[in-house]
């Protein structure tokens, strides 16, 4: 379990105000963060020190796991992230089989000595255009930071609203709430809104690929298109940038990305679709004949 303290000074008056606050949020973060409150006084009405201690873990599929030292510089919100989200691990046939938190099941050493295979979705979002909207995830980001991809890229959670297999329920309604949480998309009480039925689940991918030498991804990936004209306001913490993109400026990216240029780089995840359907589905959509190509019972292995 991992500690951490910070030394305040205050006035008297202040302390019992500070204290209730610290209390409140104390039971905002649940059981992960128990924070310990000391104090010294050495003389009447003299300022108070006060020492907060907060121990953090995560507690996961396999037991409760400290924050290594070695990700202490990670930032505050990923490294959260990281030990709060439980991943749905499932395998090869998609079966769920347990769950684990998100930091170790993109540990490259879990994933290739346990095999630990986690669900995961892909959102392809179009406009009315029919232009597909991309992202580049953030600089912060663990796995793949600054790579541009397609619009969302997450996993459903381990709770029971994302772990629905009736329609893909579950994995739609991850979609909703991931694109809110990194776009600002609202789900459902606006014009520009994201309906989990207006999402189109066209099929499904196994991949595994390398960050760098401790991260990366094992994941068994939902493929939704939907097409929707939104309003963005992507989420610092998670997206750097976006951009709309027809197929011609698409395949500009795609010779950008192989010659190198412009440092560009895009995810593994986002190739394998691109390389495999992406073109032949937008097609599709543009016919209105999206339906032909779907096929939820085959799991494409893709390297």
């Not at 192989?258 to 394998?272: C, I, N, Q, V, Y």
Request: hydrophobic share 40%; glycine share 4%; proline share 4%.
């Amino acid at each position: 379990m991992a500690q951490s303290s910070i030394v305040v000074t205050m006035s008297q008056h202040m302390f019992k105000r500070s204290v209730t606050c610290v209390s409140h949020h104390s039971r905002s973060l649940g059981s992960r963060a128990i924070p310990s409150l000391s104090f010294s006084q050495r003389r009447p009405n003299a300022p108070l020190t006060l020492t907060l201690t907060a121990s953090v873990s995560s507690r996961t599929a396999m037991g409760e796991t400290s924050v290594p030292a070695a990700d202490a510089g990670m930032d505050a919100v990923q490294r959260r992230l990281m030990f709060e989200d439980e991943c749905i691990l499932v395998d090869e046939n998609d079966r769920v089989v347990g769950h684990d938190s998100k930091y170790n099941c993109h540990l490259m050493e879990k994933i290739e000595a346990e095999n630990l295979l986690h669900r995961a979705f892909s959102v392809f979002l179009f406009n009315s255009k029919y232009e597909l909207l991309l992202q580049q995830r953030s600089a912060t980001k663990v796995t793949f930071p600054l790579v541009w991809t397609n619009t969302c890229c997450s996993h459903p959670l381990y709770r029971e609203s994302e772990l629905i297999e009736e329609n893909t329920l579950g994995v739609r309604n991850a979609a909703q709430r991931k694109l809110f949480d990194e776009l600002g998309i609202p789900a459902e009480d606006s014009a520009e809104d994201l309906p989990v039925d207006q999402f189109t689940p066209l099929g499904r991918i196994l991949y595994k690929a390398p960050s760098d030498g401790k991260w990366g991804e094992h994941e068994l990936d939902y493929l939704l298109f939907i097409v929707r004209d939104v309003n963005v306001n992507p989420n610092p913490d998670e997206v750097a940038d976006i951009k709309y993109v027809n197929r011609d400026q698409l395949k500009e990216l795609l010779r950008k990305a192989d010659a190198g240029e412009e440092g560009l780089k895009l995810s593994p995840w986002f190739r394998l679709v691109v390389d495999n359907f992406l073109f032949k589905w937008w097609d599709h959509l543009e016919r209105g004949t999206l339906g032909e190509v779907i096929d939820m019972k085959t799991i494409h292995k893709l390297t």
